[in-house]
């Protein structure tokens, strides 16, 4: 494919992607916080969520969901988001909260600290704050702001592909932090999740204080 060509489907991605927020901001809602997290699968590690609001003339071109793109591309891109976006914020809950709560409402907790994350940030800008939230898949009760739950929303619209370019980014890096000192498992590479590798680190150096207890008590460890 030509460069042009490339760039062309891009263009047609992005005003696909856009779709979600445009109809808010025809509504004449100003500022629209994208929600997603990463890490709700994996045996060890945090679960991260991310609520990215992007501004009326968001135009980077490769936004999209995060598992749709190499590691070198989400890199380059979260930069570029975080320079961009009107206001940010990162929510993390670890593997003591969810073994307690369940990982499900670990997430929504992750979730709700971004929010408030980037709503804080909002505030501190221009002493506005977040007025719809949107959101991949889940429902957040005890969120007090007008929201919408959209099915694959990481593929669908750019505010939440863009969180979800930040979560990625943000627990990959502090996964590749743990490999240094938890040597032997692999998670700079598996990311704390399955793999042959992390489960012979298991069956070799035992379990670390970042595993999640409760994702191992099926597998004999």
């Known amino acids: ?53 992007l501004p009326q003339d968001f135009d980077l071109l490769g936004v999209d969901d995060s598992k749709k793109l190499s590691e070198k591309r989400r890199e380059q891109l979260y930069g570029q988001i975080l320079e961009r976006a009107v206001a940010w914020g990162i929510g993390r809950r670890g593997p003591k909260v969810i073994d307690e709560i369940n990982i499900l409402e670990a ?24 007025e719809h939230i949107l959101i991949d898949a889940l429902r957040l009760e005890a969120l007090d702001k007008p929201q919408t739950s959209i099915i694959r929303g990481d593929s669908s619209s750019v505010s939440i592909a863009a969180a979800s370019i930040v979560a990625k980014v943000t627990r990959d890096r502090r996964m590749i932090e743990y490999a240094e000192e938890y040597p032997g498992y692999g998670f ?18 035992g379990v670390t204080p970042i595993h999640r207890r409760s994702f191992l008590k099926n597998t004999g460890y």
Not at 25 to 50: C, F, H, S, T
Not at 188 to 205: D, L, M
Request: net charge neutral; charged share 35%; aromatic share 4%.
């Open 1 to 53: 494919m030509k460069k042009e060509e490339r760039e062309q489907r891009m263009r047609q991605r992005l005003r696909e992607m856009r779709l979600p927020e445009e109809a808010l901001w025809e509504q004449g809602i100003r500022y629209i916080g994208g929600i997603d997290e990463v890490g709700r699968g994996p045996l060890a590690g945090p679960v991260v969520a991310a609520c990215v609001v």
């Open 107 to 130: 997430t929504k907790l992750a979730m709700l600290d971004a929010a408030a994350a980037a709503d804080e940030m909002l505030r501190e800008k221009d002493g506005s704050t977040i």
């Open 188 to 205: 700079e590479r598996n990311k704390g999740y399955g793999t042959k590798a992390h489960y012979e680190g298991i069956r070799e150096h």
